[in-house]
Structures are given as C-alpha cells and as structure tokens.
C-alpha cells in the first residue's frame, strides 16, 4: 500500500514549483512518474506552470467525467509503461477533481501501490472548500501545508476574491480567466476583518 | 491573532488524553484553559474521558444552537475570569461542533488572541466528513494528525461501523450508545478491500 | 522497513503521556510493545511515569553500555514472543542514550522491521543536544515535535537550569534529583534576553 | 518574536528551489528578502542553484568567521534598507554554518523579529551531523523535512559518499568539487546492508 497525500495551499504559495520538484527528484532516479492536470483549470492548457518560469507538459488532462484510474492505466499501455514502474503520479490543481475522482486517487497508492501526490487549493473565496479539496481532506493519508505569506506578513490561509469595493463574499464559486489580480492569499484577520483589507 | 488548531484523528488515537496532557501543561504555568465538549456525544456526560483512565469535567457543554464564542465570554464572566487571562480553548469531540462554531471558535483565535485547540475525528463510517470537520479543515490554521494503527498495524485512517455481516457502508451518521465495540479504526486497504476485514 | 521516530520536546511536554498512550493504542489492537527506559534517569526508578498520573513499568532498563538490539532480542526470547509480533520498540528519556544505542534502534527499525519511538529531550540547560539526541536528530527517519508552553505563553524549546541568581549557564549536562523545580521550559527570548526571566 | 525555521533533506531534495520559492512568494508581496550563502561551498560561486534550472545571486557570501547578524545589518545599511522592512532571511547550504552563525540567526529570528529559513543537509556520507546542522537542530523554532527518493524508491535519509568500491565510510567530511555523481542519497537500508547498495 502506498500512499495519497494532500498538498494544499492558499494561491501563489508554490504548488507548481513544488510538483515539477517532485517529477525531478524521482526521474533523476530514473524511476517515471505521471503529470495530471485537471482540464477544468483551463489556464495554461496542458501546461502546468510555475510562476518560478518553469513549465512542463500534463501527460493526462482530466475532464469531470473521466474516471482517473482507468485513463491512468490506459495511459500507462499506450505507452507502454508497466504500471508497477511508475515512481508517483502528480496531480496540478486537485481541488477541480469530482470527489469519485479522488477516490480514484486513493485507490491507485492503495490498490496499486503508487505514491499520489495531488496539490491544490483548499477553499474557495467564500472559504468553503472546492470538492476536490472537500474529499482530498477526508481520504488523504497524509495533509501537508505549503505555507504562503498575506500582505501583513502573517501566513495566509484564505483566497479572498477581491473586486473594487474590497472582498467579494458571493458569487460562482468558479471563475477563471487570464487576470489572476482579482484573487489573494490572505490571513484570517485581513480576511474577516473588513477595515484591515 | 492566534491559531485555530485542529488536531484531527481516527477513534482510539488519543485525543482526549492529549487534550487533557495540553490543559495540565498550562495550568502547571498558571494559565487558565477553557474546555469545551459538544453536547451531542452524551457518552459520559459532562465529562472528558481519556482511555487512559484520567477524566475531568467540561467547563462549558455546547450544544448545536449555542453560541460558543458568546458562551465562552458568558463563562469567563461568570467565574470573574478576564478572557484575555484565558491561555487556551480545547475542544472535544470537535466534530460535532457546527459549522457556524467552528467559525466562533476561529473568532477567538483570530479575534479574541486565544489558542483554540479543537480535538475530533475527521470522517464518519462512509469516510464523509462530520459537519464540525469539515468546516475545521477548511478554516483551521494548522491540521495535526493524532495517529494510531489499524488491525493490520497500518497507521488507521477511517472509522468503519462493523456488523455481524462485517463493515457497514450506509445507515446513520450519528449512532452513539454504550458499545464502542461497532466501531473499528481502519487503514485504507482493510476499509476498501472486503476480504481482508 | 520500519522507521525510527524522535517525538522531542523540552521537559513538561507530556511525553510519557504519549508514550503510554501509543503503548495502550497497540495493545488494544492486540500487539505487544517493548518499553526500555534510559537507567541514567533514576528518577521514578524502573517506571514510566506521566505528569497526568499514570504510570507503568518499564520492560527494559537500559544502561550506558547495554547493547539495545541484543537486549531486546534477548527480552523476546525470556518472554517466549516472536520478535517479529512486537508492534513497536518506545524509548523513554532517549536523551541519556548513546550513540551506539541510537544506531542498534535505528537497526531494529530498518533490519528487524519494527517500527521505534524515542521520546526525549533535544537539549541540555546550555541548549546543546545530549548524545542521544544528537544522534536521533542525526538518523531518525521523522522528527516530531511535542509542545509545551514557556513562562511568557509562547512555545518554550529551551530546558533552563533556574538557579537563586537565575539561569545557570555553565556546569554538569546531567544533573537529576528530585526537585524538578530547578528546570524550567522557556522560549528563545525568555532563554536569551536576561531582564525578562 | 520570530521564528528560525531549518528546513532539512538529502541531497536533491529541492532545497534550492523551495529556498526561490520562498522569496518569490514574499518579493511578490512587495517585501524584501536577504538571500544568504555560505562561503564553505565554492560550487556556484555566489549563484543559488536550483536543479529546476532556476537560480539567482546571493546577497551575502558568508565565511566561517564572518558575524552573521552584523553583516546582515551591515548590508541592509548599505542598500539603504530598514532591517525592519526585511520579510525574510534565506539560508543556503546552511549546513556550512558555524555553530555562532546559528546563533547569530536565532538572534536575527528573536531579538530583530525576522522570520529565518535555514536551508540545508542533515548528516555528511558518515551520517554525522555537520556543525551548521547540529546546532540548527538544537535550537530551531521548527524543523521541516524536505524529501527524496532512494534508488529503491523510499525514502531518502542518509547522503552515501560512493567510489569504485562502493559506499566510502570514512574521509574528510566536506568534499566539495564539480563531480556531484560521487554522492547519493539512500534510505537508510540501502545504506546499512552492503549488498542491497
């Protein structure tokens, strides 16, 4: 059995950098890992970015519907990959993933046995959490923190969406587009503490 | 500002024991703490029971409505305490609490300046998320495993309800009586392949 | 593979709770535990003893030159148990351990397979670490913190010998008796800066 | 009061990159940072490598007897900088520092209120602490693992100095030149059994 970790994060605190680290350190080792990028993220495209200028290709983009598994093994046989050689396999902004999705997850590092690492995002700017991240925190074997900073220094824990009139508090809970501006990384007291924002 | 803690764990790990180890050490520097417990676990009252054998009442009984910031401040006066004198707020059995609790408790972190340490089991036996942990996961500003092993000596990750017909996977969230005996800690593998549990 | 474990914390973390508690989580899973308790910490004798008021005997007491593995073994072996049915090896006030006894814990984890938790304090009232600890921090597979509160309401990391005069800061490493009212836990500033302790 | 962090991997974990992630994050909160390098280490000169293919200059070249807060504050007077306006000091290849360094950025973390990352490795090819190392684990607020893989997939802990003959247990400790293959990071099973490695 291995395992399914949760790296979350507010934004900008490093998620990319941190899984294109990862694909590195085991391909040095010349063991294959497997990049997978929610297709509903649809900035970048196949690309998952990181705002350290490194970029690299998903090798699976995954729609709601698809089921992660399968199109893992599927993947793994068009490339003639034996599945039990892969190293880990990397998931770029988790938090997009149907719930079914990480179980999903959960079963290739416990039925497969290969380490999931999936990074994401842990909550929406109304601070609730996206249902990839919601089932993620329920099932992972292991959640860890990747730390970002707020504008007052203090470590930032929500995702404020930020319009002219100061923080949003309602509204789709998703909404992409190429100005990433409108969104920060806040601490809890800028975040609910209206005056301070 | 504080931190709203969440020390998140799966039956039989030891929460309560470290919740009470947590209020020996800041009386023992001469702080006050403040210890809650949901009022929905009617499984020895008003008490904080440890399977090690140490116990020691609640201070404050919170039942779903309730207010638990408010409650807290009410309590503080009361017993002619400054809250500000108060060197932390622990909570049993956390996830219970409702998600507009956990967001008072998160405001006497934030708001407040007091440690608030709230001790529960992250998921019921279909792996969902109780109100109370799903809300802490999303707000808490640190989430700490509290660990302990499945059957097979694996670290235990859910909390599965066993029958005579073996795990039960729909039915109830909430079924507390006096038999802890239907409840078994499980790792990933015992929970999801069925003949090996 | 197992791993070894330092759970390190400055005095009054509640480290012997802990450790009696992993050993109670074992044992109602019907696994036996082997607990071995460092001799040069004559305090308490041949028992475990935890703040909160439990307390236990300890099966192994190891001396300076006491060669750990072989001792554990031969413990197995009076007691007619497998080796390979001991759920975990725990260490009390692994601080007094030598180094070699630290490699021959790092051997049951990683040659025998049984999975070891030192529990210990990191440094000395001069903030250096005792040859057990330095030699955990050295090799352990995970370093886990266990906190406690300074004088002030901050994190204490540091042991302070507390003399008529203040802290003491030249003198013997060891120094046990029964007044452990001479130590105290205090974070770096309360350590460093003079006038506020 | 800040805190010192020491942030510890085998080699190739990623420390360099997680050090430029660190900074990225607080420049684009429009706050400085101090970027740090000891001297001991030739290899790059004054440029912080990643294997990502990202780097960037140091601000401060520090020698072994060089005083780490003075210069820190020396350099913040040269470039016209409030101390107090610095968000962070990056450390690497903080195993190279001296025990009085590390004291020095304790004090920089407590006494001038800047948060510190040390960034570096645990033990050199004989599983010894270096000096830098041993006293950051003595006296850091926080120590954070950084993880890689071994050849056989787990776990990284121990950095194997490896020649003709296979792995070099004794030497001098540092060994710094353009030849990066003779080392390698290896669990600490492959490191204990001969034969495995």
Redesign the interface.
């Given at each position: 059995?291995s395992k399914?970790f949760f790296r979350y994060g507010a934004m900008?605190?490093?998620k990319s950098?941190?899984m294109?680290?990862?694909a590195?350190?085991?391909e040095?080792?010349a063991?294959n890992v497997v990049l997978v990028k929610s297709a509903t993220d649809t900035k970048g495209k196949d690309q998952i970015v990181s705002?350290?200028?490194?970029s690299r290709q998903a090798d699976l983009l995954l729609s709601p519907g698809q089921d992660l598994r399968a199109s893992f093994h599927d993947l793994c046989q068009q490339r003639a990959l034996d599945a039990r050689t892969i190293?880990c396999v990397l998931i770029d902004e988790a938090q997009f993933l149907t719930p079914e999705q990480v179980d999903q997850a959960?079963?290739i590092?416990?039925?497969d046995s290969i380490p999931v690492v999936a990074f994401g995002i842990?909550?929406d700017f109304r601070?609730?959490?996206f249902p990839g991240s919601?089932r993620l925190?329920?099932?992972a074997?292991?959640?860890q923190?990747m730390k970002?900073?707020?504008?007052c220094?203090?470590?930032a824990?929500?995702n404020a969406r930020v319009g002219k009139q100061g923080i949003i508090r309602e509204g789709e809970q998703v909404m992409i587009d190429g100005d990433s501006a409108q969104y920060e990384a806040l601490?809890?007291?800028c975040y609910?503490?209206p005056d301070r924002t």
């Open positions: 059995m399914l900008n605190s490093g950098t941190a294109l680290q990862v590195h350190n085991y040095e080792r063991q705002r350290l200028g490194v190293g959960l079963e590092a416990v039925l842990r909550t601070t609730r959490a919601q925190m329920e099932v074997h292991s959640l923190e970002t900073i707020c504008r220094g203090s470590k824990i929500f601490c809890a007291r609910l503490v």
